[in-house]
């Protein structure tokens, strides 16, 4: 097993129907949207949160601790194209869907059977530009709402 960088080896799609999240078919991955070619290096932006309960008593100096709740932003950085630009025009507010991303496998192979996938119930937000900047393509992020607990590691049926 080697190690990967995420250059070449990260695809993203925007899927609007999928039949599992723990399962889903290539054939539904391949009707999604391939979006990873609008997406600058430095563009698939996940963060969340893990709170925790405390579980400590009166009875020690030490605060123990338990996991709680946890929750996930997700936001993508897209560049825009005067002649192709189907990743701006596919971010409408509100729309919802499946963000999948597929790491470790060349970004050239198509979704097949066994794969793991990341797939992340999905609602879009507004996109918003970027910032203007000397050197830059014109770029813009969109945030999503992730509805429901994602599946990092779903296995394409």
Known sequence: MARRVFDKYTKVSWVTTLSSLTSPTAVQLTAGEDITTFIPKDGVRPSG?????DQGDITTQFEAKTIGTYSEDFELMGY????ADDFWDLCVVNTVGFLVIRRMVLYTTAYTAAQVVEVRPAQMGQPQ???SAANENQKFSIKFAITAAPVLDAVVA
């Open 129 to 131: 530009m970027a910032n």
């Open 49 to 53: 949160t893990q709170n925790t309960v």
């Open 80 to 83: 825009r194209d005067d002649t």
